[in-house]
């Protein structure tokens, strides 16, 4: 099936950082990504909407400006959380589909879990 | 717009029992997708099943399968032959025909007791 690699699992850094996530689709063209964020014992929250190419559609309430996201292949996405603070502590996962098979279901990866001290 | 209701924040199950975790959903769309995700601790998601709206046969994958009834909006999942590595959170999510995006539920954490 579809593999979807998702680094780095894990990353600790100082508030005030800026962290990258890397979201790459390893055996397909992805046309579109998805970035969540999933809070403890709660659901996936879509965060945003990468089209390769174009700019990103982000979700009611989510700041554009501290999570940059990038789609500059088919098989890459980026999400860059600036000038972390403690309260952006959370997993992040991403997805990619392709709409050449539209019937076929997003591929996630297997997230990232960001602490910011 | 849509929402995807999962009413059961917790469940459990003894190892070797059926148990059914249920989804409904509310949409005016006659075209669309359902999905059963599942997350281990692990928290990679891992698609379980999925059901075109089209279809009137339940989807059938080894020991899960749906039970879709499209005039109600319900989307259940039964889980026969319970195993430990069932025990997870499972996501009931919806997709339109029109859209990528997917649509979760709140989760049910199943429990799989020996």
């Known amino acids: 099936g579809a593999v979807v690699s998702q680094h780095p699992s894990w990353v600790i850094c100082k508030s005030g950082t800026s962290v990258k996530i890397e979201c790459r689709s390893l055996?397909?063209?992805?046309?579109?990504m998805f970035w969540y964020r999933q809070f403890p014992k709660q659901s996936l929250m879509l965060m945003a909407t990468s089209n390769e190419g174009s700019k990103a559609t982000y979700e009611q309430g989510v700041e554009k400006d501290k999570f940059l996201i990038n789609h500059a292949s088919l098989t890459l996405s980026t999400l860059t959380v600036t000038s972390a603070h403690p309260e952006d502590s959370s997993f992040y996962i991403c997805?990619?589909?392709?709409?050449?098979?539209?019937?076929?279901?997003?591929?996630f990866g297997d997230g990232t879990r960001l602490s910011i001290l | 717009a849509q929402t995807v209701t999962q009413s059961q924040p917790e469940m459990s199950v003894q190892e070797a029992e059926t148990v059914t975790l249920s989804c409904t959903y509310d949409t005016s769309e006659s075209d669309y997708y359902l999905f059963w995700y599942k997350q281990p601790p692990s928290r990679q998601m891992i698609l379980v099943i999925r059901?075109?709206?089209?279809?009137?046969q339940n989807a059938t994958e080894n020991r899960f399968s749906v039970n879709f009834q499209k005039a109600a909006k319900s989307f259940s999942l039964k889980i026969s032959d319970s195993q430990l590595g069932d025990a997870a959170m499972y996501f009931c999510?919806?997709?339109?025909?029109?859209?990528?995006?997917?649509?979760f539920g709140t989760g049910t954490r199943l429990q799989v007791f020996p």
């Open positions: 997805s990619a589909y392709s709409d050449m098979y539209s019937n076929q279901p997003q591929h």
């Open positions: 055996d397909f063209q992805a046309t579109t």
């Open positions: 999510a919806y997709r339109s025909s029109n859209t990528d995006k997917l649509i």
């Open positions: 059901q075109e709206a089209y279809k009137q």
